[in-house]
């Protein structure tokens, strides 16, 4: 069993050995990720979360990259024109089986509130990134138009997410559809979603082949 953690849909090289979650109002609670087990992170009302990572300068083999190695600056470019920009993006933790299968995922939309970057002479080259994530919710106004006025009511509206659904996808080599659906629909747990759209087409959700157009929900 194994875990990958994901930023922005950008894999990190290697996994942290704890995340901790702080809930507004709430006790502080950890979620542990060792001995092959997780904490599942309930989604509660302003969450916020610290995590250290290793970037490493050199490929380990214990070290995880989607499409061969990366250096530390391209994940420090990506977080900090994530923070300079003040772009929302998901935090993804996705549980892994053996067999390369889904088993779980916590999925969560968040903003970069901080990030502290150290290089230490003790861990060579690599370099040390703490970050905290605060779960994001966007707000809206309601406008209604009555007898020719238009009156704005402010209030908490429901959490906004920009990403267009519907379309399709051309699949490539080392797609799945957990990962077209994290990609299109923002969650991975929706990959049964894309398999029922494209049951003409489809009869095992493990099995997709190169060339195939996928229908989006």
């Known amino acids: 069993m194994s875990y990958r953690i994901f930023l922005d849909g950008l894999l990190m090289p290697i996994t942290p050995s704890r995340i901790t979650v702080r809930h507004k109002g709430r006790n502080q609670r950890t979620a542990l990720i060792d001995g092959g087990e997780l904490t599942h992170l309930r989604k509660g009302d302003g969450a916020e979360f610290t995590l250290s990572l290793c970037l490493p300068r050199r490929a380990y083999p214990f070290a995880r990259y989607e499409h061969g190695f990366?250096?530390?600056?391209?994940?420090?470019?990506?977080?900090?024109?994530?923070?300079?920009?003040?772009?929302?993006?998901?935090?993804?933790?996705?549980?892994?089986?053996?067999?390369?299968?889904?088993?779980?995922?916590?999925?969560?939309?968040?903003?970069?509130?901080?990030?502290?970057?150290?290089?230490?002479?003790?861990?060579?080259?690599?370099?040390?990134?703490?970050?905290?994530?605060?779960?994001?919710?966007?707000?809206?106004?309601?406008?209604?138009?009555?007898?020719?006025?238009?009156?704005?009511?402010?209030?908490?509206?429901?959490?906004?997410?920009?990403r267009p659904e519907g379309g399709?996808?051309?699949?490539?080599?080392?797609?799945?559809?957990?990962?077209?659906?994290?990609?299109?629909?923002?969650?991975?747990?929706?990959?049964?979603?894309?398999f029922e759209r494209n049951r003409d087409q489809l009869q095992n959700p493990n099995l997709i082949l190169p060339g195939q157009v996928l229908r989006l929900p």
């Open 70 to 162: 990366l250096a530390p600056e391209v994940f420090l470019d990506r977080l900090l024109a994530l923070r300079q920009d003040r772009r929302p993006f998901r935090l993804i933790c996705a549980r892994i089986a053996p067999s390369g299968r889904l088993l779980t995922d916590t999925n969560y939309r968040v903003s970069l509130e901080d990030l502290q970057i150290t290089e230490n002479a003790e861990d060579g080259d690599d370099v040390t990134i703490s970050i905290t994530l605060r779960e994001y919710q966007e707000f809206s106004a309601t406008t209604v138009a009555e007898d020719g006025q238009r009156i704005v009511i402010e209030g908490i509206g429901r959490e906004m997410d920009n």
């Open 168 to 194: 399709t996808h051309t699949v490539v080599r080392g797609d799945t559809l957990w990962g077209i659906a994290r990609k299109h629909l923002g969650d991975g747990r929706r990959y049964r979603e894309v």
